[in-house]
């Protein structure tokens, strides 16, 4: 039974949505077909993490555009900080940036890791993302949509 | 040694060198399509290989030599058993060492490699991959190396290329239920060197589940991009090697250059056909828990037991 | 002709052994049930081509009804059982899987080198597969030595009882229709009295397993 | 022969010199008489293997009543080659081995002797020689495993366990053959072969075990194992290198020789007990190797393992040559022969090694180590060459061996018949599981031993051991990679030696640039060549990676998942890494596991200190051989209880023995 509605799900037509906005038109460099994030949540309220997983589920699907998240700093082209910088988190996110592989992507995804959202100045807060790492693309929004996620790696280039 | 037999060593390794990558590229489709996902382009893996050979390389302060040669010892272990073992065509670079013996032992050579490396950055994520993968490895061999037999006795040779040969002209040995019992043993103890779904999850993020991955977390660039290069080849060696045990039908044997154009051809098609197999397979299955996986492999050693047994029966 | 009427024999036996095996390994009750169904349709069509080789048509007949009985009803009976006790869909063995497929292994050989040497069996090629149906015969009352819970006990009771047909099959070309329906029937009433038991006792004391039922002793 | 008789001399030279030298020669000296003396014997011995001659000696004089027969046949030849080619070895390590471990004189006098009566043993001709040459051999090595006591405590316990079941396989060797030779009137070998068929059934079997059980427990079988290791890892490294690498040889010697020659075993089932042994061997040993964690005591238990191995080989030959298959029987036979010299230089290798290490860090212990391949390289590479070689990995010498025996039990299974083929092939999945699981343990030696951060201050501190050390681990090393890739000639070499045994079969095999092909094999393997395409590829790969790339590497902190406290204590231990397969046999190892949680005073749910302990022991000492000597204790303390020092006890134990003894006569 469960192979039937396997075989039927690959026939049938793909759940994921359609972007219809290509890519952004001032990237003149080649595209980018493959790049991988270590997701690091460094003070999240984890509502980043939902839609972090989602874009990755099978309606936006990031994955056809050769995105992936990988399991080790090693293995990555980036980060994708979500949350605002916990005093506690400052020494593990250090250490991680430290143990990615040149040439490196920070992506501060979520008002938080932007600019502290309702977290600001609270007592167990560094600061902000771009406090602490040289930021190269922000998603904004509390939470950001999916969609807004999967434009973003869209748009990274080299 | 014939110009034939040269150019068909050097085309079995230029084929799976391009196959490997592929098969990864068309299995992650198949996945997402039965997930209902687009899913990544077949020629993703391509890319993300390319993109690792030229990202920088980072090295623990701990690691010795190994970490440095063991995913190139992978990769030549790799192609040393693809230049002997007859894929494309059963004629032999030298009329030697394609024994199954040597190949499995030769292909261990990766496989300690690699759990040195895991070892070797002084991690306790590495020590675990490499524990639980030289566990897993060590309750694989009885069932191993009892379906070789199992697969050798028809032929009266541990010889590949004798055995491809032999079942090719006694294609009713191909039914006979000693052959596919010892070839379903086979197929698990593969799935389980090969670190697949029912034993390991090749996807899985998190370094507690992780068998395979947890011994790579260490490798960054051009040494993950090799040792991901060298586990794609040796996991689509073993399927081709399966293929040819189970159909041989299309493999070249007398020397023919039209035969050898075609059977990479016919080999592609048994791999496509494989591969998808595997994936409905880890689409289907859960992984086991690892101490479930003693079951699985005590299970494909009954089987290749029976096999060998009932190979005398009739 | 009567190659490929032995192939198909040996093969399909051989499932017969295989399907008993599998139902020893997998611990998911489902997966169980649906290796017997496997093991009875296979052993059907043993009967069936032993039957049309040797061109009996009690054979014949017997395989259709072994095909009927022990590939389907009895799994769709197993099936309401294991609907209606609910609970666990695990079985629990009393000696873990991976011990139980090293002993299988030890003991699984002996058959096949120990009933060749019987005077009485005749050297037909069909005799040859014999010892296969004492391997399934052994597995079952393994299978029934070691299990506790009541849908488990019944499944190697078929296995054993399935056994016994295919070295009927295989040897005396069939048993008598008359005594192969009579047996089934014993079987059939065998499962119904424990369905109905195992209703009974579970809905008195709520669970299936044979270890528990010690207590019902007293 | 005689030229082994002036190698007895200066060894005994070397011995006796040793008393009288200073401290500074002392040492120089033995060692150099020692290496004489293997070099004088290997020469001596490979002649008579390329001759294929016997050679005999007999005198009535050197021992009272029976006289002193030997006889060098090729057979006896090879186990004498591989004794002294290990006892060169050791005997130049011992120059900077010694130095460091004792002062003491006992070792540099006793060693050549125990050398001396390892070569007497398989030359022994008749009961009464071979018993006093094995009993040389048990007294020196009980000596030698001595040397140490007053460093360490074990040690005089395990030369305890030692003495009493070597001295119990004595008298079952004893007893069986003064079986024999009551049934056959003759003490000699030769004679006892001409009229072998004199004796009944029963006489042959219970000769057979009786022979069988003795060298089995001096060859380290399971379950006769239990003094090996214990006394294997007591013992200073050279002569645990002398005990596992050439010793343990000898009770396989025994087994050939009664089983094939002595006694023509004739009926299956013998050999089917046989192979039953072996397979449980090799899977005990290979486990009880996974889960120890002393690199000596390690390697002691895939002594163990391998012992196994070629107890199979020996079961699976005996039963080709009762199925009259004499030409596969001396194939397996010779593969036997084959994995005993890898082995042998392995495993001398692997001991000696770890004397080197425990030279430098002044620890064996894997737990303690670590991260020895950047402090101690050239030793470090040594003892990675071993553990390759052990786990049967190409092209060193353990892969080659193996692949012959594997290739000798598939045809035992295709030649076989009925319930011989069935334990065939057991042994064949015991095979199996062993290599695997030795393969394991090794890269767990290696692993945790070499590799990654040194986990206390002995390993941090570790300096390379002095050069003669080092010379003589990298001949055995070298030797290894020889042995892998040429297996040809030595296989060719072991095929002369067991040719004896099967006279009537040749095997003609053609061993082009050292590969193994034979024509009754349909399959061939060629270490060399793969070497060879190993390299061009490795060689390949890199060039092809230079040209391409041309950046550096960073060298950066280890990826501890960002963990601020990662250190060498967070590394894997090697109790950890073989904690899956601890409890994947736990049935088997029965380990004593135990976790203590205290708390704080002030609430529970804060925890104080967790303790973890582990503790595998041997689970056939402790539910075989600690209630029979429980049993034992028992009756000694009766005993003595009956030993009160009354007269009027013995008294009247003497009247009551009188008073039976009258029954009995009445």
Redesign the interface.
Known sequence: MKIVSMLNNIISKPVSKGFSKGRNSSSSQSPNRSVAFRH?DVGSCNACEIEISSAFGPVYDASRFGMSLVA???HADGLLVTGVVTQNMY???M??Y??T??PKIIIACGDCAINGGIFKDSYGVKGILSDVLEVSYSIPGCPPHPQQIVETFRNINR | MTVFSFTTSLLQLIFILACAPLLNGIMLKLKARAERRVGPPIFQTFFDLAKL?KK???????????SALAP??L???T??VI??SPILSTQEL?K??G?L??IV??L??GS?MI??L???????????G???A??I??????A???SI?AI??Q?????LS?IVSANLSHPIWLVSPPHLLAIFALLIVIFAEAGRIPVDNPATHL?LTMIYEAMI??SS??DLA?IKLGEFMRFTLLLLIVANLFFPFGIDTQANWIQLILSSGISLIKLTILGSLVTLLEVTQAKLR??RV?ELLAGA?VLA?LA??SE?VA | MTTNYFSMTYLFSGTVLVCAIIALWRKDIKAIIYSVAFHGVALGIVGFSEGLSRHDLALVQAGIETFILKGIVFPILIFRIFNRSGGQRDVEPLINT??SMLYT??FI??P???I??LPYIASSPQSKLVPIGFATLLVGFYILITRRRIISQIVGLIIFENGISLIAFLLISGLPLLVELGESLDVLLVVIVLRVLAITIQSRIGNVDLAEMKELHD | MHLLFYSFLVGSIGSFASLVLTKKYRNKFASFCVVLEGLICSYESLSIISSGKTTTFNSNQLLPFFGIRLSLDPLSAYFILITSLLAIAVGIYQLGYIRHSTKAKTPTFIYPFFFTSMVLVPISNSVATFMASWEIMAITSILLVLTDHAKNNNSGHATQWYALMTHLGAASIFIGFLILSLGTKHQQFSSIVMSSSSLSTIEKSLAFFLLFIGFASKAGATPFHVWLPRAHPQAPSPVSAMMSGAMVNLGIYGIIKTGMTLIKVSEGWWWIVVIAIGTISAIYGALQC?TNSDIKKLLAYSTIDNVGLMIIGIGASGLLATAKDEKFALFMISGVLFQMLAHSIFKGLLFLSAGSIQYSTGSLNLDQL??L??KIPLTSTCLLIGA?SI????PFSG?SS??VL??GL?RS??HL???N??AV??G??????A???T??AF??T???G????ARSSHAETAKEVPPTMLFSTFLLALSCLVIGIVPGYFLKLTMKSSQLLFPAKKLSPNFKYG?I?LPN??????PL??LV??TI??LM??LL?KA??K?K????????????Y?N?K???TAT??????Q??FA?VIRPDQDLVVSHVEESRFYVNNITYSNLSQDSIERFVYVPIKRAVTTWGKFASQMQNGSTHRYLSLGFIVLLIVILVLS
């Open positions: 690091v080790s700093p090693r020494g593990p996110l250490k991680t430290e143990a592989p040149k | 050979f920088e390389r980072l090295r623990s302060q701990n690691a010795s030599i190994f190139v010892v990769i030549s272990s192609v040393v230049i002997v030298f030697t060492s024994d013996f040597a032992f030769i261990l050579v300690l759990a040195l895991g070892l070797d950055p002084g991690t306790p994520f590495g020590g675990l490499s524990s639980r030289m566990t490895s060590s309750l694989s061999e009885p191993l190396l009892v037999v050798s006795i032929a009266k040779s541990t010889n004798t370094e977390l260490e660039g051009e090799l690892l101490f003693p050693f037991v060998v047994i005398f | 991976t011990a292994s030890l050989g002996i096949f080198f120990s060749g040497r | 996974v670590g991260g391949l950047k390759f786990s049967a990995l190409p892969f193996e692949w594997f290739e598939f299974i295709l018949s009925g319930v083929r069935l092939l057991f064949l999945s015991g095979f199996a599981l290599s695997g699981l393969a394991t890269v767990k290696t692993g945790i070499l590799l990654g951060v590969s092909d094999l349909a399959t061939n393997i060629d060549l793969l395409l190993f590829a490795l790969i890199l990676l391409a790339i950046r590497v960073r060298i950066t902190n280890s990826w501890g998942c960002g963990n601020e990662s060498s967070t590394q894997y950890s890494f073989a904690e899956p397969l409890r994947v049935d």
